[in-house]
């Protein structure tokens, strides 16, 4: 069991981009997936998780209207689409599965995202 | 919230408490990470205290409904890293972490 992310890379302040997570192993249609982040020297946050039919879709507040979660289960991947970004959207994104009780039981090594100009 | 003390220390084969402090966890379960330097964190304690597959029995949890503690065992010096405590917030509905406490074993 896998989840390897990718599509980190720098980018302009206000410019769009978009993250992978590809998954092996397991079949993402029967799990909730999600995104954390984490700032460089800084903690984990929480950013956004999806159901896994792919109906309902939750975001951390600084996100929320920015980024937009999506599935596609055939792939077994998932996206996350980020729009506007700023300078705080800068560090490692973590693609993870969520487990029992509200756990995250597998994470992925992460894809760095540096927003500068 | 969840508050962590920023750092810890522990010689080797001592016991190491690490503590998460909430105004309550309601019906919410306790959860902990370890992030190794440069590495992805690992599940380490799931739901309060229950231990995933591979981890060593050294690693407990323990629950008491406004502070959660992760006790580490005969401390050995592979297990200094990074320690996240992280519940689901069933009234925001949002996965919240704490902000980590850095195990320094001497």
């Known amino acids: 069991e896998q989840l390897v992310e990718s599509g980190g890379q720098m980018v302009q302040p206000g410019r769009p981009l978009r993250l992978s997570c590809q998954a092996s192993g397991f079949r993402i249609s029967l799990t909730t997936m999600c995104w954390a982040r984490q700032g460089p020297g800084k903690g984990l946050e929480w950013v956004s998780l999806?159901?896994?039919?792919?109906?309902?879709?939750k975001y951390e507040d600084s996100v929320k209207g920015r980024f937009n979660i999506v599935r596609d289960n055939t792939g077994n991947t998932i996206y996350l689409q980020m729009n506007r970004l700023t300078s705080d959207d800068t560090g490692r994104y973590f693609c993870a599965r969520a487990g029992t009780g509200g756990s995250f039981d597998l994470w992925g090594q992460g894809t760095l995202v540096t927003v500068s100009s | 919230v969840l508050t962590q003390a920023p750092s810890v220390s522990v010689a080797p084969g001592g016991a190491a408490e690490i503590v998460c402090g909430g105004d309550t966890f309601g019906d919410s379960r306790v959860h902990w990470y370890q992030q190794k330097a440069g590495q992805a964190p690992v599940l380490v304690i799931t739901s309060d205290s229950g231990r995933p597959s591979g981890i060593p029995d050294r690693f407990s949890g323990s629950n008491s409904g406004t502070a959660a503690t992760l006790t580490i065992n005969r401390v050995e010096v592979g297990d200094e890293a990074d320690y996240y405590c992280q519940i689901w917030d069933t009234r925001s509905d949002h996965g919240v972490f704490g902000g980590g406490t850095k195990l320094t074993v001497l």
């Open positions: 999806i159901l896994p039919d792919g109906r309902d879709a």
